[in-house]
C-alpha cells in the first residue's frame, strides 16, 4: 500500500507545471466558495442577530395562541412551572406586557403600541438605553413614558409633558392613564419610530388592568446556536395546551424565507464556478489518463491489479485536490479574519436603507469553520466522481493495445 | 523426468481487426522445458510477439490452449490473469519500461511488493540481484538516471525478482548497444544457470541468436523450425 502512496505522490509531481496550474484552479475556486460563503454568512447573521436584538430575542414563550391573535387578553402570569425552566442555556426570561392603546396630547391622538418592560432586563437584550436621544432611562418603579421621536413629534410633545393613554385592558376593563414623558428614543425603523410607546412594566400592568401578567417572556440565551434545542427542551418541559414556544426563525419567517432565496441563489453561482474548475480539473485527467495508458499497459502486464491503479490515479487527483484546497482555505483565512473584525461599511444611502430596518449598516464576514469543511467535501466529492474516468478507461484497458499506441 | 513449463497446443490467432482477417498464428504446437534458453525468431510478422504474447497471457488465442506449469491459461478471466502474471511470469520489454517515479531498487522489489512478500524477503532479493546486474551502487536511481543499458538490467532484475516460473523477454536487445549487449546476454545466461530459471526470447538479434540453446522459428504463424544447441 505504501508504494501505491508512493507512486501516486510522485506522479502529481512528474508534470508539477500541469499540477500547479491545476492545484492553482482549485485554490482560487475554494478562496472565492469561501469569501463569497462567509460574507453572505455574515451578511445575514448581522441581519438576524440585528433583528433579534432589536425586539425579537431569539425564542419567546407566551400563551397559546397569542401569537395567532395577538390580545391582551391572552396575558398569563409568570408561574413556578415556567421560572423553574430558567436553567443553562436559558439566562432569563424578559418579561413584556404588550397592547396598542389610544395616546393623547392636547388636540393631538395617535394609536401606539404600549410596551410594558423591565427596564434593566429589556435593556441587556434590546439596549433600549442606548437609543435614548433625550431625558433619562426610566426606573421600574417610575410612573413615566419613554416615547419613540417620530411618535412624540406627531403628539408634540416633549420632556416632562403629560400624556393621556386609553386602551381596552385585560377582559375589558378600562384601561386609562395620565404619564409623564421622561425619555426619548429614536428608532431607524419610520415604522417603529412612529409608535412605540415604553412603560415600566408594573406601570403597564396596572394600566391594562393586568396586575402580575406578561403577555410574552422573551429568552435569552448564552447558546444562540443551540436554540432549536432549547426550545425542544422546553415544549418537553412546559405544557403546551397552555403556552407556547417560539423560535425566532418562526416569529419572522419572512426572514428565513428571504435568506434561503439568497443563498439558493449564491449556491447556483458557487455551483458554476465549481463546474468550471470541474471541467479543468477533468482535462487535466485526460491527459494523465491519456499520457499514461502505455505505462498502466504495463503495469497490467507485469501483474498489478487494475484497481490498485484505478487507486493510484484516484490518490493523485485527490492530492492535487487536497493541495489546491489547503492553499485556498489558507488564502482565504487572513481574509475572512479581517472582515470580520474589520467589517465592511456600506455607502450612505444602502446604510439607511439597513438603519430602517435596525440592522446594523455593516458587512462582516463570519468565520465558520464548516464553510471551509465544506469545500474540502465538495472537491474530494467532485474529484472522487471524476476519478470515475480514468478508473473505466483502466478496467477495460486491453495491455498489448496500450503498450503499441 | 523433465518438467514441461510451457505448453501450446494447436494455438491459432486470427485478428479481425480490419475487413481481411490476419492469422498471426497458425496452429503452433510447443513445449518449453524448466530451464530452458530459447530463442523464438523469424521474419517481421511471422508471428513471434503473438505468440509472446499469448504464451505471457497478454492475449488470447483463438483456438487451441496454453499450459504454464500444467494449468490451462486460455480459460482464465482478464484480472485471473493479472494475478497469473504476477506469481508466475516475468516481463522484460524492448523499451525497458521501468517505472520512471521508482528508483531502479524500487522498480525490482515492485512485483515483490504487489506480492505482499515480507520486507526483508524483498530488501535482500532486490540486493542480491541488483548486484547480480552489477548495478549495486545504483539503486538509488531512478531511470532517467541510468543508461538504456543498465535499464535493461534493471528491467532483468525486476522480471527476476520474484522467482517466476519463466522470463519473457520481448526483443530485449532491440536497443542495446553491443557492449551492453553482451553485458546484459552474459548476465541472463548465468541466472538461468544459476537459478535454472527458463527464459523465451523474441528476437531479431543475432548475437542472442547464437546464445540460446534452443532455437525456433517461425514463418507465416507456423514454426519451420526447431533446433536445439548445446552452449
Known amino acids: 500500500m505504501f508504494s501505491i502512496f508512493k507512486m501516486a505522490f510522485r506522479n502529481i509531481w512528474r508534470n508539477k507545471r500541469r499540477t500547479l496550474i491545476t492545484a492553482t484552479s482549485i485554490m482560487f475556486a475554494v478562496f472565492f466558495a469561501v469569501a463569497m460563503q462567509s460574507l453572505q454568512k455574515g451578511a445575514w447573521d448581522n441581519m438576524v442577530s440585528s433583528v433579534i436584538n432589536y425586539y425579537f430575542g431569539y425564542a419567546q414563550v407566551h400563551k397559546k395562541g397569542y401569537w395567532e391573535e395577538q390580545s391582551i387578553n391572552k396575558a398569563f402570569a409568570v408561574n413556578d412551572e415556567i421560572t423553574n425552566t430558567k436553567k443553562s442555556p436559558i439566562e432569563e426570561y424578559i418579561p413584556r406586557i404588550e397592547s396598542f392603546a389610544l395616546a393623547s396630547s392636547g388636540p393631538r391622538t395617535k394609536g401606539t403600541l404600549v410596551i410594558g418592560v423591565d427596564p434593566e432586563l429589556e435593556n441587556s437584550l434590546t439596549d433600549?438605553?442606548?437609543?435614548?436621544?433625550?431625558?433619562?432611562?426610566?426606573?421600574?418603579?417610575?410612573?413615566?413614558?419613554?416615547?419613540?421621536?417620530?411618535?412624540?413629534?406627531?403628539?408634540?410633545?416633549?420632556?416632562?409633558?403629560?400624556?393621556?393613554?386609553?386602551?381596552?385592558?385585560?377582559?375589558?376593563?378600562?384601561?386609562?392613564?395620565?404619564y409623564a414623558v421622561k425619555g426619548m428614543v429614536k428608532f431607524p425603523s419610520g415604522e417603529l419610530n412612529n409608535q412605540m410607546l415604553y412603560?415600566?412594566?408594573?406601570?403597564?400592568?396596572?394600566?391594562?388592568?393586568?396586575?402580575?401578567?406578561?403577555?410574552?417572556?422573551?429568552?435569552?440565551?448564552?447558546?444562540?446556536?443551540?436554540?432549536?434545542?432549547?426550545?425542544?427542551?422546553?415544549?418537553?418541559?412546559?405544557?403546551?395546551?397552555?403556552?407556547?414556544?417560539?423560535?425566532?426563525?418562526?416569529?419572522?419567517?419572512?426572514?428565513?424565507?428571504?435568506?434561503?432565496?439568497?443563498?439558493?441563489?449564491?449556491?447556483?453561482?458557487?455551483?458554476?464556478?465549481?463546474?468550471?474548475?470541474?471541467?479543468?480539473?477533468?482535462?487535466?485527467?485526460?491527459?494523465?489518463?491519456?499520457?499514461?495508458?502505455?505505462?498502466?499497459?504495463?503495469?497490467?502486464?507485469?501483474?498489478?491489479?487494475?484497481?490498485?491503479?484505478?487507486?493510484?490515479?484516484?490518490?493523485?487527483?485527490?492530492?492535487?485536490?487536497?493541495?489546491?484546497?489547503?492553499?485556498?482555505?489558507?488564502?482565504?483565512?487572513?481574509?475572512?479574519?479581517?472582515?470580520?473584525?474589520?467589517?465592511?461599511?456600506?455607502?450612505?444611502?444602502?446604510?439607511?436603507?439597513?438603519?430602517?430596518?435596525?440592522?446594523?449598516?455593516?458587512?462582516?464576514?463570519?468565520?465558520d469553520p464548516k464553510i471551509f469543511l465544506l469545500q474540502a467535501f465538495v472537491i474530494l466529492g467532485m474529484v472522487t466522481l471524476m476519478a470515475l474516468y480514468p478508473m473505466i478507461k483502466i478496467s477495460l484497458l486491453n495491455p498489448i493495445k496500450a503498450m503499441r499506441e | 523426468m523433465k518438467e514441461i513449463v510451457i505448453k501450446a497446443s494447436g494455438v491459432h490467432k486470427t485478428y479481425n481487426e480490419t475487413k481481411v482477417p490476419v492469422h498471426a498464428l497458425r496452429g503452433v504446437d510447443l513445449e518449453i522445458e524448466k530451464g530452458e534458453f530459447t530463442a523464438i525468431v523469424g521474419p517481421s510478422g511471422s508471428g513471434k510477439s503473438t505468440l509472446l504474447n499469448i504464451i505471457g497471457g497478454l492475449d488470447r488465442?483463438?483456438?487451441?490452449?496454453?499450459?504454464?506449469?500444467?494449468?490451462?491459461?486460455?480459460?482464465?478471466?482478464?484480472?485471473?490473469?493479472?494475478?497469473?502474471?504476477?506469481?508466475?511470469?516475468?516481463?522484460?520489454?524492448?523499451?525497458?519500461?521501468?517505472?520512471?517515479?521508482?528508483?531502479?531498487?524500487?522498480?525490482?522489489?515492485?512485483?515483490?511488493?504487489?506480492?505482499?512478500?515480507?520486507?526483508?524477503?524483498?530488501?535482500?532479493?532486490?540486493?542480491?540481484?541488483?548486484?547480480?546486474?552489477?548495478?549495486?551502487?545504483?539503486?538509488?536511481?531512478?531511470?532517467?538516471?541510468?543508461?538504456g543499458g543498465q535499464q535493461q538490467r534493471v528491467a532483468v532484475a525486476r522480471a527476476l525478482a520474484p522467482k517466476p516460473t519463466f522470463i519473457l523477454a520481448d526483443e530485449p536487445t532491440a536497443n542495446l548497444d553491443s557492449t551492453s549487449t553482451a553485458n546484459l546476454l552474459d548476465i541472463m545466461a548465468r541466472l538461468n544457470k544459476e537459478e535454472n530459471i527458463t527464459f523465451v526470447f523474441s528476437t531479431h538479434d543475432r548475437r542472442v541468436v547464437d546464445r540460446a540453446r534452443r532455437v525456433i522459428t517461425l514463418v507465416d504463424g507456423k514454426i519451420q523450425t526447431d533446433e536445439h544447441f548445446k552452449r
Open chain 1, 128 to 178: 433600549l438605553k442606548e437609543k435614548l436621544i433625550k431625558g433619562t432611562y426610566f426606573e421600574a418603579s417610575d410612573k413615566a413614558v419613554v416615547i419613540a421621536e417620530g411618535l412624540a413629534d406627531y403628539l408634540k410633545v416633549d420632556l416632562r409633558d403629560t400624556l393621556i393613554l386609553v386602551s381596552q385592558g385585560y377582559r375589558g376593563v378600562n384601561a386609562v392613564g395620565k
Open chain 2, 61 to 147: 488465442p483463438s483456438e487451441g490452449k496454453i499450459e504454464v506449469g500444467g494449468k490451462d491459461i486460455s480459460t482464465l478471466s482478464d484480472n485471473q490473469l493479472i494475478d497469473f502474471r504476477r506469481e508466475n511470469i516475468g516481463f522484460v520489454f524492448q523499451a525497458y519500461n521501468l517505472i520512471p517515479v521508482l528508483t531502479a531498487k524500487e522498480n525490482v522489489s515492485f512485483v515483490m511488493e504487489l506480492q505482499n512478500r515480507s520486507k526483508t524477503e524483498v530488501d535482500n532479493r532486490v540486493k542480491e540481484l541488483l548486484d547480480a546486474v552489477g548495478l549495486g551502487d545504483r539503486g538509488d536511481n531512478r531511470p532517467a538516471e541510468l543508461s
Open chain 1, 199 to 367: 412603560l415600566p412594566l408594573a406601570a403597564a400592568q396596572q394600566f391594562y388592568g393586568a396586575e402580575e401578567l406578561v403577555t410574552t417572556l422573551v429568552l435569552k440565551t448564552d447558546q444562540p446556536k443551540a436554540i432549536k434545542q432549547t426550545v425542544a427542551n422546553l415544549r418537553h418541559e412546559l405544557d403546551t395546551n397552555k403556552y407556547e414556544i417560539m423560535d425566532w426563525e418562526e416569529m419572522i419567517p419572512d426572514l428565513v424565507q428571504a435568506r434561503e432565496l439568497d443563498e439558493f441563489g449564491s449556491t447556483i453561482v458557487l455551483w458554476i464556478l465549481y463546474l468550471i474548475i470541474g471541467f479543468g480539473i477533468f482535462g487535466t485527467l485526460l491527459m494523465m489518463v491519456k499520457e499514461r495508458s502505455y505505462e498502466f499497459g504495463v503495469l497490467t502486464a507485469i501483474g498489478m491489479p487494475r484497481w490498485k491503479q484505478s487507486l493510484i490515479v484516484w490518490l493523485e487527483i485527490i492530492f492535487i485536490g487536497i493541495i489546491g484546497a489547503i492553499a485556498g482555505m489558507i488564502l482565504a483565512t487572513p481574509l475572512v479574519l479581517y472582515f470580520k473584525n474589520n467589517p465592511i461599511q456600506l455607502p450612505q444611502e444602502m446604510a439607511e436603507a439597513y438603519e430602517k430596518f435596525g440592522v446594523e449598516p455593516i458587512i462582516p464576514m463570519a468565520f
